[in-house]
Nanobody, 122 residues
Framework: VQLVESGGGLVQAGGSLRLSCVAS????????IGWFRQAPGKEREFVAA????????YYAGSVKGRFAISRDNAKNTVYLQMNSLKPEDTAGYYC????????????????WGQGTQVTVSS
C-alpha cells in the first residue's frame, strides 16, 4: 500500500498550487481520501476530504472557498487545488485513505502518505 504526494513548493501569498496524491496497493475506489496538514509546532489538522465517487466533498472552514478537492479513480489520484494561498497555509500536507466513510479525525484513517511541503511567503 502506498500513497505518494507531490506538487508542494514555495509560492507567494495569493498564489496557487495543485497537490496530487497517487495511490497503489489497495482498491482505491472503495476509499474516502482526506488531506491533512501539519505546521511546525502544531498538531495535524483536517483540510479536506472526498467520497469514493467524488460526489461529496468536505472542507475545513479555514480553506473553504479557496481549496478544491477532486479525484480521478481511473488514475488512482486525488488532487487538492489550493488558490489564494496565505502564509498560514504553510505546512506539510498529507493525504490519507479511509475505507467506507469519511472523517475529520486523523487516527481513523487506514493509510497515509509521507507528505509534501507547502511554503507560502508573505
Amino acid at each position: 500500500v502506498q500513497l505518494v504526494e507531490s506538487g508542494g513548493g514555495l509560492v507567494q501569498a495569493g498564489g496557487s498550487l495543485r497537490l496530487s496524491c497517487v495511490a497503489s496497493g489497495f482498491r482505491f475506489e472503495d476509499y474516502y481520501i482526506g488531506w491533512f496538514r501539519q505546521a511546525p509546532g502544531k498538531e495535524r489538522e483536517f483540510v479536506a476530504a472526498i467520497s469514493w465517487s467524488g460526489g461529496s466533498t468536505y472542507y475545513a472552514g479555514s480553506v473553504k472557498g479557496r481549496f478544491a478537492i477532486s479525484r480521478d479513480n481511473a488514475k488512482n489520484t486525488v488532487y487538492l487545488q489550493m488558490n489564494s494561498l496565505k502564509p498560514e497555509d504553510t505546512a506539510g500536507y498529507y493525504c490519507a485513505a479511509k475505507f467506507g466513510s469519511t472523517s475529520y479525525i486523523q487516527h481513523v484513517y487506514d493509510y497515509w502518505g509521507q507528505g509534501t511541503q507547502v511554503t507560502v511567503s508573505s
